[in-house]
């Protein structure tokens, strides 16, 4: 009988790093008795990690140990997360400590960076060099590796969903070992959004472009006939365009253009019958506006534009459930029309909504998949019972028009409404399977929704 290559492998790992000190793995006490850790929850507090062992990785070696070692692990990154997507019956293993190592190549016209590492902190490196990146999430905070490996986004039409920038990944396989997979490799468009399924990130290569400048305008109370009859226009005005809204108004409640100012294209004082506010007047929560981008049609390097808050400010609300939703921009505006028919309902439970676009892409787990689409995000109440209830009949509201959730917010659709909605799901899960036979990178969120067989 043949001998199994990553079986072979996986002892050759445990060998090589067998001798390695293994004191920085934690036996879980009792939850809330973990002195500094602070990775037993996500970053809202919404979701209470129940993995027995945790691994505050300094290395790329401390990430390899724990998988060579045997059993179950799965990666934490800045745990803005509002699921059980990354827990495990096994090790959780955190990214967010390894050095960032940025290594930029201008020639190439790339920058290979830490994973754990977060958007923010290379996106003012990369600005301090003249170099920048095609978009970034509402939140500066969020790791690079969880953010591609979810579909994370920010807006614009022309913008793809963050993952779409990743040039390679570098990550730990099955075995122990490193393994790199670069655009253009088979099975690249599988692994990018990968969900941590088959391995753990460590190391990322994104596309750079030269800096720019942007200008963020507010415009309160623009019509919702506006949106609704003119989609495609309001939500294309700009580089990145937001709106933002309780659904249960007359108008919509804020809209932001973020505009680049190398496009050359003007940003009018009044649109759709609505002045530009002056100054920063916009907010997204109560008590946010001091932790926003500047505004007020202000120039300033992307860096410092694109995202909502700031890197130094508490991001978003801090205490909230987040769901999202993605449907195909060209029903896009049906779809706001059945939600607001939900609109008392909605907006009993809600904080705030955002709509944001995103550009198609060939990345098999990603929203975007194959469509260009409108984000619909929600930011509830933290009221667990209040948002559960209400799901289902956002979901079944949502469903002619085939929305897919994002993988790691709240959500309550079941795995065959999964499948139906995500083409390449049973492709990504024989690839997740092929690479990791034993399920190491296996957990029940991935289990329950089909993305990997379900193991004792």
């Known amino acids: 009988m043949g001998v199994d290559p990553a079986a072979r492998t996986r002892?050759?790992?445990?060998?090589?790093?067998?001798?390695?000190?293994?004191?920085h793995w934690r036996e879980r006490r009792p939850v809330g008795k973990i002195?500094?850790?602070?990775?037993?929850?996500?970053?809202?507090?919404?979701?209470?990690?129940?993995?027995p062992r945790l691994v505050e990785a300094q290395s790329i070696d401390d990430v390899r140990e724990p998988v060579a070692a045997g059993g179950r692990v799965r990666a934490l990154g800045t745990r803005h997360s509002f699921n059980d997507l990354a827990d495990t019956r096994g090790t959780l293993v955190t990214v967010t400590d390894i050095p960032a190592d940025p290594v930029l190549d201008e020639g190439a016209r790339t920058v290979t960076v830490g994973a754990g590492t977060r958007y923010g902190v290379l996106a003012t490196w990369l600005q301090d060099r003249g170099w920048a990146l095609h978009n970034l999430g509402s939140l500066p905070h969020i790791s690079i590796g969880?953010?591609?490996?979810?579909?994370?986004?920010?807006?614009g039409h022309g913008n793809g969903v963050l993952s779409t920038a990743v040039r390679a990944v570098t990550y730990?396989?099955?075995?122990?070992?490193?393994?790199?997979?670069?655009?253009?490799?088979?099975?690249?468009?599988?692994?990018?959004?990968?969900?941590?399924?088959?391995?753990?990130?460590?190391r990322v290569t994104l596309d750079v472009q030269p800096t720019f400048d942007v200008r963020q305008d507010v415009f309160h109370g623009l019509p919702w006939d506006a949106l609704l009859?003119?989609?495609d226009a309001l939500t294309g005005a700009a580089y990145s365009v937001s709106v933002f809204t309780t659904w249960d108004e007359p108008t919509l409640d804020q809209t932001w253009r973020?505009?680049?100012?190398?496009?050359?294209?003007?940003?009018?004082?009044?649109?759709?019958?609505?002045?530009?506010?002056?100054?920063?007047?916009?907010?997204?929560?109560?008590?946010?506006?001091?932790?926003l981008t500047t505004q007020g049609g202000v120039p300033?390097?992307?860096?410092?534009?694109?995202?909502?808050?700031?890197?130094?400010?508490?991001?978003?609300?801090?205490?909230?459930?987040?769901?999202?939703?993605f449907v195909d921009r060209r029903v896009a505006a049906d779809a706001l029309r059945a939600l607001r028919t939900r609109a008392p309902r909605i907006a009993r439970v809600l904080l705030v909504s955002e709509l944001r676009t995103a550009a198609a892409d060939g990345l098999w787990l990603s929203p975007a998949y194959e469509r260009d689409v409108l984000a619909i995000h929600f930011t509830w109440q933290n009221r667990p019972d209040a948002v559960r209830a209400l799901l289902p009949e956002i979901e079944a509201t949502l469903a002619p028009f085939d929305a897919r959730?994002?993988?790691?917010?709240?959500?309550?659709?079941?795995?065959q409404a999964v499948a139906r909605v995500t083409p390449r799901l049973d492709d990504a899960r024989a690839l997740f399977e092929r690479l990791d036979p034993e399920g190491v990178f296996s957990g029940p969120h991935l289990e329950r929704l089909g993305l990997r067989d379900r193991r004792a």
């Open 172 to 202: 730990v396989d099955a075995a122990g070992g490193l393994t790199t997979v670069t655009r253009g490799d088979a099975e690249f468009d599988g692994l990018v959004v990968g969900l941590g399924a088959y391995g753990i990130v460590v």
């Open 258 to 291: 973020k505009t680049r100012l190398d496009d050359g294209a003007p940003v009018p004082d009044r649109w759709y019958g609505v002045a530009a506010a002056t100054g920063s007047e916009g907010r997204i929560v109560a008590g946010s506006e001091d932790n």
């Open 405 to 415: 959730p994002h993988w790691g917010k709240f959500h309550g659709m079941s795995p």
């Open 11 to 23: 002892r050759r790992a445990r060998a090589f790093l067998g001798a390695r000190s293994r004191s």
């Open 229 to 231: 009859d003119d989609l």
């Open 146 to 155: 969880g953010a591609i490996a979810t579909g994370t986004h920010g807006s």
């Open 35 to 51: 002195g500094a850790v602070s990775s037993t929850k996500t970053w809202a507090g919404t979701y209470t990690f129940t993995a």
């Open 300 to 325: 300033g390097p992307w860096s410092q534009r694109l995202p909502h808050f700031r890197l130094d400010s508490t991001p978003s609300n801090g205490d909230e459930i987040q769901t999202e939703y």
